[in-house]
């Protein structure tokens, strides 16, 4: 599976965008099993976080996440 740039992804909002953003490059410092399960547990907390005020969101963000 090859890495999908976010300037491809036909309808992105700014919030996806910036949880896309957050992420991505401390993603490619995990090196352990301890690093990956800690670097999932803070995204889904923030997951949950702006599912919460923004529900219309949770497709686009749901996508993102799962792309991770």
Same mark, same amino acid.
């Given at each position: 599976?090859?890495? +999908?740039?976010?300037?491809?992804v036909p309808k992105c909002s700014c919030e996806v965008a910036m949880f896309y953003h957050r992420?991505? $490059?401390? +993603?490619?410092?995990i090196?352990?099993?301890e690093q990956r399960n800690h670097?999932?547990?803070?995204?889904?907390?923030?997951? $949950?976080?702006?599912i919460r005020a923004y529900p219309q969101e949770r497709n686009e963000y749901s996508e993102t996440y799962q792309l991770f």
């Open positions: 599976m090859g890495i +999908i740039q976010l300037a491809d992420y991505r $490059e401390p +993603i490619s410092r090196r352990t099993i670097m999932l547990s803070v995204m889904q907390e923030d997951f $949950e976080r702006h």
